[in-house]
């Protein structure tokens, strides 16, 4: 049960971390309020095509997709689902490796908010989707670490694993 | 226990002498990795002392040295938690803390506890404790991903004024090859190692 509670809590805190901003720049006289994807599509309009696609794979597809797999390997683990545990073992292992890589926006807001301090010429404050956002990457992670992968694998019998008793 | 290799996903039980020589060890249950072939305990400490230097100087360097019209600013990964922190966004100061320097410092302190002994011919103390120290505090350091946000940062910094990476920057990159080397070692080999020290 607990990885699901912590998934439910990555879901509810997703939403704000989606829509609130997550940076704020002042360059005088331009003031910019960006969220995850608009500051996506403003990297995209300067013509930095490869750090918005880095962006937005991180940030974006990498907790979707993180959300998503784990809701379906606590469903089929739940349902003791004979479904390619192969696959599923796989996707959890794939988990494991990218789930921390979604913090890349907070640290990058943090660095630029440390860094950018130049007074009334330009400054640039994290905004309210930080801590939301921090909060679904940690608590997918937690969801993640407390998900068992033998719970794929307990109730299937060596038949349906090699074909053979 | 030596010859035994246990499959962390699915429980699989498999004799080492039976895994082939060849490739990465697999499972032959679920094909999940089953452990490195390198156990060079020499290599990995020299290996953890590396990290250990480079973690002291991504703390103790600036990262990114920063001047527009003569206003010169730095940021150090202190200067970046505690702006979080100046932003009233504690619990955002606290994530890279423990991410960035606490984690970090502890999992390579502990390498150091477990390794040095083990090298001179004794069983570190608390060693089993130790071990699953390590292997919890593993996920929750994300040097590489700073690294990756530090190269985003100055690219969106470019454009805006002339932007300089420091000698912090500088021990981060080493920092994390460090960390993706001390991956690729085998870390039931300190098990066996220390079951040799005792017996």
Known sequence: MRPLAFLVAAVALYWPANTLPMMVTDQFPVHRSDTILSGVAFLWSEGSWLLAALVFTASFVVPMLKVGALGTLLVTSARRSAWQPRGRTKVYRVLEIVGHWSMLDVFVVALLAAVVQLGRFASVEPGPAVVPFAGVVLLTMLASASFDPRSIWDHLGARSVYGRE | MSELAICRYCDTVHRRSEVPRRGTPRCVTCDSPLYHRNND???????????????????????????????????????????????????????????????????????????????????????????????????????????????????????????????????????????????????????????????
């Open chain 2, 41 to 199: 305990l020499g290599a990995m400490l020299a290996v953890t002392l590396t990290a250990t230097i480079a973690l002291v100087v991504a703390n103790g360097f600036p990262l990114i040295t920063m001047s527009v019209n003569g206003l010169r600013t730095e940021a150090t990964l202190w200067s970046a938690i505690l702006a979080s922190y100046d932003h009233e966004l504690p619990l955002v100061a606290a994530a890279l803390a423990i991410t960035l320097i606490i984690a970090p410092f502890i999992e390579l302190f502990l390498l150091l506890w477990v390794l040095v002994p083990l090298r001179a011919g004794a069983r570190p103390l608390g060693f089993s404790t130790i071990m699953r120290a390590i292997h919890i505090m593993r996920p929750w350091r994300m040097v590489e991903v700073f690294l990756l946000g530090l190269v985003v940062a100055v690219v969106k910094l470019a454009g805006l004024a002339s932007t300089v990476p420091g000698w912090g920057a500088f021990g981060i990159v080493v920092l994390t090859l460090a960390l993706a080397s001390l991956a690729s070692f085998d870390t039931s080999a300190l098990w066996r190692r220390a079951d040799q020290v005792r017996a």
